[in-house]
């Protein structure tokens, strides 16, 4: 029986950087699916729960705020949802919607694929 792939949905306004994120991961082994801003996010969730979130914060339409209030009450704790932010307080706009880790922007693809790879190895 084959293994299950971990899928991670890239939340991102930036479509050259959600681009590359899926193309790190995808070459990382992982599954990947995108969503260009929160309403997105929550659509794609619906469909099917990824493993992992990789959220940014600041996106017309539905911000990382919003997502991060909309899908905490309706979903469980069960799927780690890691900021992905250029703004100066990342660690704070984290902790802002009970995220469970963050990664600055600009970052360190290395960087991401460690912190990418410890919450799926819950």
Request: glycine fraction near 4%.
């Amino acid at each position: 029986m084959a293994a299950r792939i971990a899928t991670v949905l890239v939340v991102d306004d930036d479509e050259d950087l959600r681009a590359m994120v899926a193309l790190v991961l995808e070459t990382a082994g992982y599954g990947v699916r995108t969503a260009a801003n929160g309403f997105e996010a929550l659509q794609q969730i619906e469909a099917g729960e990824p493993d992992l979130i990789l959220l940014d914060m600041r996106m017309p339409r539905m911000d990382g705020w919003e997502f991060g209030r909309r899908f905490r009450a309706t979903h469980s704790r069960r799927i780690p949802v890691v900021v992905m932010t250029a703004a100066e307080h990342a660690e704070k706009q984290a902790k802002e919607i009970d995220a469970d880790d963050f990664v600055a922007k600009p970052f360190d693809v290395d960087n991401l694929l460690r912190v990418v790879a410890r919450h799926l190895r819950r």
